[in-house]
């Protein structure tokens, strides 16, 4: 029954994108090009950007290509954004939160403190008013954007020594971004934003004490380990950061209605198999770092409610003074509170049991 259900399902969606397709044969043929933020080691977070372009040219029969450039190949990692905006490329792939520092607003594109999962995230942006909200925000910056991946709740960070009570945060320098860094600014630490590339080197040398990237695959390609050995759980700044498409306005519109749904549907298609690589890739990437050094610590209570208790009084100051912030903020932080109510249910409930019955063997 459920195989017949599959094999209808497949023939269905086969049958969806032949015609698009074949109406592509007499459609124009276009050029674009993709500025990704990260760099082509970073295999989970770039692959999402050339398996996004494969599958438009594939749903266009190669009438509409695109080409993803790494980061710094035609585009600073961190000024992706402003690219698109001025059209100096078509589009861009990258996380809002590096542009906290135009608007802190563009954080719920991706994520915030003690924010939404992965999956609450997704439910927002698709069901929850999300996107409706961030399009009308983007507007501003002749943006359309798409939602481009999940990394699911990363890893706290990388550090030189043991943290453990808020003190030991008091000057400790740490590459960091979006939010993140108010919050930690909050309970004295000194933040930097980073692209990947510098955070090895800054940590050799000492410029910076601790940093956060992503979680156990990706941190493993850029040997931090070696360097800082104490690894945090968990990012409690990151607890489900989207990554996004982002597209020039005025390029969008001209764009036929064909290409314009093939590229809806490879930005989801993106979307879904980056949080399932990363799923499957990170439980193994961990062994192999606790193999080679890495010490898993884990933050004390006293860290997570100083967390907490900083976040919630920046994200009500940035709301008190920003319109556009409060805007979004406001239904987010409801959404927010009804999906943890409803998480602690059915979901949690049984997470915790299985985490508990895999420790004891079971």
């Known amino acids: 029954m459920e195989r017949r259900s599959f094999l209808k399902q497949a023939a269905v969606g086969a049958a969806v994108a032949a015609p698009i397709a074949a109406q592509a044969a007499d459609l124009p043929t276009i ?54 905006r001025a059209g100096t490329v078509e589009m861009g792939h990258t996380a809002s939160y590096y542009y906290v520092g135009k608007d802190p607003a563009f954080a719920f594109d991706c994520c915030v403190p003690f924010g939404l999962t992965s999956r609450q995230q997704s439910a927002w942006m698709q069901v929850g008013g999300g996107m409706e909200l961030m399009r009308e925000f983007y507007k501003g910056y002749n943006i359309i954007n798409f939602m481009g991946g999940n990394t699911g709740t990363q890893m706290g960070g990388w550090f030189r020594k043991e943290i453990k009570t808020v003190a030991d945060l008091k000057g400790l320098k740490m590459r960091i971004s979006g939010l993140a860094g108010k919050t930690m600014a909050k309970l004295g630490v000194v933040t930097q934003q980073l692209p990947a590339a510098d955070i090895y080197p800054s940590l050799e040398k000492g410029t910076i004490d601790a940093a956060e990237w992503v979680g156990p695959y990706d941190d493993e390609k850029i040997g931090i380990y070696k360097v800082a050995p104490f690894y945090y759980a968990p990012g409690w700044w990151e607890p489900g950061p989207q990554l996004s498409f982002y597209i020039n306005m005025n390029e969008w519109a001209k764009l036929p209605k064909e290409y314009q749904s093939a590229v809806e549907a490879a930005t989801y298609e993106a979307h879904v198999y980056m949080q399932a690589a990363y799923d499957a890739k990170n439980p193994a990437a961990l062994a192999r770092l606790v193999k080679n050094g890495a010490k898993v610590r884990f933050f004390s209570k006293d860290i997570m409610d100083a967390g907490f208790k900083a976040a919630n009084e920046m994200m009500e100051e940035e709301s008190s003074k920003n319109p556009k912030f409060k805007k979004i903020y406001e239904p987010w932080k409801l959404f927010r509170r009804e999906q943890n109510t409803w998480a602690s249910v059915a979901e949690a409930t049984m997470q915790n049991y299985l985490i508990v019955a895999n420790r004891a063997g079971k």
């Open 31 to 84: 050029k674009w090009r993709l500025a990704s933020s990260f760099p082509k080691n970073l295999d989970t977070i770039f692959g999402a950007s050339e398996l996004f372009c494969k599958r438009v040219s594939e749903l266009t029969g190669g009438k509409f290509s695109i080409r993803a450039f790494a980061a710094g190949e035609i585009v600073p990692p961190l000024e992706v954004m402003d690219a698109v």
